[in-house]
């Protein structure tokens, strides 16, 4: 069914910092973090008719890609990768370009996959480590199969198909992994989540975990939550 597109905007104000902090008596939920298109990382706050982002970071490195959960993140930069959990912290040099990240349904981190090298890598806990596999074609997405096992959305010619270590099978244009091993699909201008659908211009290129229940689109956030979805739009605050 078509879901009402919500007309709430997420408005992107500077200076909220202060709100965000969890030293005021003020605060507001901080969901998790996004990259703007600056490449500044910036803090999603409030709830869900109410959103705020906070004022980027200064003078720190651009950040290319990134995905996080409430426990954890990854951060690709055009020198490294970065992962933490907890109070566990890991960084690798990493060549230049974007990076994709798949979670566990519980928010711990399971693989990064690096676009330009082709490198697949997986998170022990303690350390990324590499996956002896060499994926053929244009991977779009990556995800976590129902075994624990990767999974990966990849373009070969003009189809996609769904790959994991063991199989290989076709997918709809369009699709993504998200959380849980759910399916976000995007087809004639709109995103279909389960039996839901919301209006949407263009495809997306590519979905960023925020936390469990909120992934980044470009210019929106999508509210992935049973029976809670939502696509919020975000804009510049004059």
């Known amino acids: 069914m078509m879901a009402k597109l919500r007309t709430t905007i997420i408005t992107w104000i500077l200076a909220v910092t202060s709100i965000c902090s969890a030293q005021s008596s003020l605060t507001m939920p901080c969901l998790g973090k996004l990259v703007d298109p600056a490449g500044s990382l910036r803090d999603l706050c409030g709830v869900s008719g109410s959103l705020l982002l906070s004022e980027p970071a ?13 426990r954890a993140g990854f951060i690709k930069t055009a020198r490294s990768l970065k992962i933490f959990e907890g109070t566990v912290s890991w960084e690798i040099p990493a060549i230049a370009g974007a990076a994709l990240f798949a979670f566990q349904s519980n928010g711990t981190p399971a693989f990064a996959y690096l676009v330009e090298s082709g490198e697949l890598l997986q998170w022990n806990g303690q350390a990324l480590l590499p996956i002896p596999i060499q994926i053929e074609g244009q991977v779009v997405s990556i995800g976590v199969g129902a075994d624990n096992g990767w999974l990966a959305i990849v373009r070969r010619q003009d189809a996609l198909v769904v790959v994991s270590a063991s199989n290989v099978s076709a997918a709809a244009e369009g699709t993504f992994l998200i959380s849980g091993g759910r399916i976000l699909r995007y087809s004639n201008g ?4 389960g039996d839901l659908s919301f209006p949407f211009d263009t495809p997306p290129s590519i979905v960023q975990w925020i936390n469990e229940e909120w992934i980044h689109l470009g210019n929106s956030v999508l509210r992935i939550t049973p029976g809670k979805e939502g696509l919020f739009l975000l804009s510049e605050g004059k």
């Open 58 to 70: 200064t003078g720190s490195e651009a950040v290319i890609s990134a995905g996080f959960s409430r």
């Open 190 to 193: 709109a995103l279909g989540l």
